[in-house]
């Protein structure tokens, strides 16, 4: 593992959301009242810094979820817990109750359509 700070990883992903590691990872989503969407990404991933754009311009929105990303790349427990095998690969918690893979192309609408049926479905037993 590097030590390379959150903040630093995120910016050098192109993705200027808050970083969640494997150390904070639960504590800081349930302390969030309510919904997170969080990106698994890594350097180097065209894909997921389209998406990680995308939802840096949802974040400017008054009423988006609350936004993070992981690095897939340090972050590797985290990956085998959420068995992420793709990148971008989203993830939704609400007050922090895990809701499940949130999985739409990076357009904004179609994002926010997913995420409203994500969350109106139970929450669900984390991976």
Not at 25 to 36: C, S
Request: one cysteine or more.
């Amino acid at each position: 593992m590097t030590n390379v700070p959150p903040a630093a990883a995120a910016a050098a992903h192109g993705v200027p959301l808050p970083s969640l590691t494997q150390f904070d990872f639960h504590q800081r989503l349930m302390d969030l009242p309510g919904a997170a969407v969080i990106l698994f990404t890594r350097q180097g991933c065209g894909a997921c810094k389209v998406m990680g754009r995308v939802l840096a311009d949802w974040r400017e929105e008054a009423d988006a979820p609350a936004l993070f990303v992981v690095d897939a790349e340090t972050d590797t427990a985290l990956v085998r817990e959420f068995e992420v095998f793709h990148l971008p690969a989203l993830f939704v918690f609400r007050a922090g109750a895990y809701h499940g893979r949130l999985e739409a192309p990076p357009r904004l609408p179609l994002l926010r359509a997913a995420l409203a049926a994500v969350l109106a479905r139970p929450p669900e037993e984390a991976p």
